[in-house]
């Protein structure tokens, strides 16, 4: 996280001035060779995005990560080999003479100053012990921790060469050993007080000041997101209008006047709710970050953040165009899901009043970074009192693209929610990601915000939302069905995401007002009561359902059946069976999957 909270600052505190600051990073030699995200942070080192103007590598070779040779760490001849990568300058020094590993850090320092590019120092040295205290290496390095044992530690090789050189008395290292040992002793026996004890350092200070965790009420409330229509308006025109300079390709100059015409209809899609989110914020203060593969565009196309004059090449980026306010910086990322949401995590933690967003080119593609929502994302805050407002964006829904682009793995994030660690939405309305994107940023905590986006619903003629919906309330957790009378429905159909708008067209085409719909928007928190409320009222209802496109084992079923199986709200599942692959990579299978799982919905025949 050192580099990313670096990058933060520059961007900030030191108005991008990178020598102010120096990002050093201590690897193992083990770690340096062997850990991907370690490859992945060197090959971003110089990328606009990413940089930070150099970064100082120390590199403490001396075996660490194995009780085994160092041949059986790495094929490269050094461990630092992956400097070539970028053509970074590496020190090789003696870890048993101080003034060189001294000297080579100076040299280090001046490089990185000189030239704003990274450096390595690669301490050769050694462990005394295994791979901690109560290891034995003696069992698979015998001849070198013969020659360790009796090998003096870098203490006494220094002393004994100040000694030799007259620099020094014989009892001054004593002396000075003795003195710090007392100023030790000193910190401990104040530390055994009440009064002397030192409280930890609390989070919310510097750039957290005024910042607190959140608690029951403040994470349920509704957040005032809404916005005047004057001016939304005003962000619409501004991000729709092409500059009169240069010349834009046909199908760019199409896509904008399209955007135009939503003004005059005021009504918006998904592309124009997440942009009118963005600048709405920017003209409120916040800055916005977004990283990721493609995202300058979308994934899909449906983004535009950035766009290329087709003769010149000079790219031009709408949300600039706004005047004063916060900045908007966009960048696509190397095909890198791991260090990049590293990275944007490590910059949310430096940056709270700046909306961090890190998308993955489909959902499925952030598997690889499990580790990261392991480790940080769903419980940094449990275990370190380290508050984060990330956001992801993960492309999520089953369309027949097979295994690989259908699942962005909601039951995997749903597995690790508790303690109100997380936020889990699966928006179905362009206002409604507006206004979960808005109430990040207009809360006084910080919480994670994974959002599963769609991919078909970006150009679905009816995910649209109207400006009212933009000016008027706040983001649903719930979204009822108004299409019917509630005392003649039969069957509730509970959903989320993609699939209510199969759903809403069957129950359309067919007039099914017996059947109503009900769209769950933030999967956790869950509105666990606030669906148990709708039995009352739907006092008819013979039977409330879940209803997925999802496997049984996957998607929000798992995780809603544990929470609802001792609620008086007994739902009923209609889904694509068990499965140990996401999704059929046969289009026509799929097709048929999904028709299925829309009769059974509506099918007269009870489902329990």
């Not at 044992?149 to 004593?174: M, Q, W």
């Not at 910190?187 to 910042?211: H, N």
């Not at 006084?444 to 008027?472: M, Q, Y």
């Not at 606030?530 to 996957?554: D, T």
Request: include cysteine; aromatic fraction near 10%.
């Amino acid at each position: 996280m050192v580099q990313e909270q670096v990058r933060a600052k520059i961007d900030t505190k030191y108005k991008g001035d990178s020598k102010k600051i120096i990002p050093i990073t201590i690897h193992g030699d083990a770690a340096l060779a062997g850990q991907g995200v370690v490859y992945e942070l060197q090959q971003m080192s110089l990328l606009e995005g990413y940089k930070v103007g150099g970064t100082i590598h120390l590199v403490v070779n001396n075996q660490v990560g194995f009780t085994t040779d160092y041949k059986d760490a790495r094929s490269s001849t050094y461990c630092t080999d992956l400097a070539k990568i970028v053509l970074a300058p590496v020190f090789h020094v003696n870890g048993d003479d101080a003034e060189a590993v001294s000297h080579a850090f100076n040299m280090a320092l001046e490089y990185r100053q000189a030239f704003s590019e990274d450096v390595f120092i690669d301490i050769l040295s050694y462990r005394k012990y295994g791979h901690n205290e109560g290891d034995e290496p003696k069992f698979t390095q015998p001849e070198l921790y013969k020659a360790i044992d009796t090998h003096p530690n870098p203490r006494e090789v220094y002393i004994s060469k100040l000694l030799a050189e007259k620099s020094i008395t014989e009892s001054y290292p004593a002396e000075i050993e003795n003195v710090f040992k007392e100023e030790l002793q000193i910190l401990l026996e104040e530390a055994k007080t009440q009064e002397g004890l030192s409280l930890p350092k609390s989070a919310f200070t510097d750039a957290w000041e005024g910042f607190g965790f959140a608690d029951d009420n403040t994470i349920d409330s509704p957040t005032p997101t809404a916005i005047s229509e004057e001016e939304l308006l005003e962000i619409a025109s501004k991000i729709t209008a092409l500059p009169t300079h240069g010349k834009f390709l046909k199908k760019t100059e199409r896509l904008f006047e399209a955007r135009k015409k939503t003004i005059e209809t005021k009504t918006f899609d998904w592309a124009m709710g997440e942009l009118l989110a963005y600048g709405s914020l920017q003209k409120e203060n916040f800055d916005v970050r977004i990283s990721g593969e493609d995202v300058e565009r979308g994934t899909f196309s449906h983004r535009h953040a950035v766009l290329t004059m087709e003769e010149s090449g000079e790219e031009y980026i709408p949300l600039k165009s706004l005047g004063s306010g916060g900045k908007f910086e966009i960048y696509n990322s190397l095909l890198s899901e791991y260090a990049v949401l590293g990275f944007e995590y490590g910059y949310a933690m430096a940056t709270p009043q700046s909306l961090v967003v890190s998308e993955a080119q489909f959902g499925d593609f952030v598997n690889t970074a499990q580790v990261i929502i392991d480790q940080y994302i769903a419980s940094a805050e449990t275990k370190w009192q380290i508050p984060n407002g990330l956001v992801l964006l993960l492309p999520h829904g089953l369309e027949g693209q097979g295994p690989e682009h259908s699942s962005a793995r909601i039951e995997r994030f749903l597995e690790l929610c508790a303690d109100d660690n997380i936020q889990v939405v699966n928006c179905t309305t362009p206002a409604n990601l507006f206004h979960v994107l808005r109430r990040q940023q207009h809360r006084n905590f910080r919480k994670p915000l994974v959002i599963f986006t769609p991919k078909s619903l970006l150009r679905h003629p009816k995910c649209v939302s109207a400006i009212e919906a933009f000016t008027k309330g706040h983001f649903m957790k719930m979204i009822d069905d108004d299409f019917v009378a509630p005392e003649k429905v039969k069957r509730v159909l509970f959903s989320s995401g993609k699939i209510y708008y199969d759903l809403l067209e069957k129950q359309q085409e067919d007039s099914r007002n017996d059947v109503a719909i009900v769209r769950i928007e933030q999967l956790y928190p869950a509105p666990l009561a606030q669906m148990e409320n709708l039995m009352a009222k739907y006092p008819n209802s013979e039977e409330f359902v879940w209803v997925q496109e999802e496997a049984e084992n996957m998607g929000a079923w798992p995780y809603l059946y544990r929470k609802l199986c001792k609620s008086n709200l007994k739902l009923e599942l209609i889904s694509r069976k068990e499965s140990s692959s996401t999704a059929t990579g046969y289009a026509k299978m799929h097709e048929k999957q999904q028709l299925a799982i829309v009769e059974a919905a509506f099918s007269d025949k009870k489902i329990a």
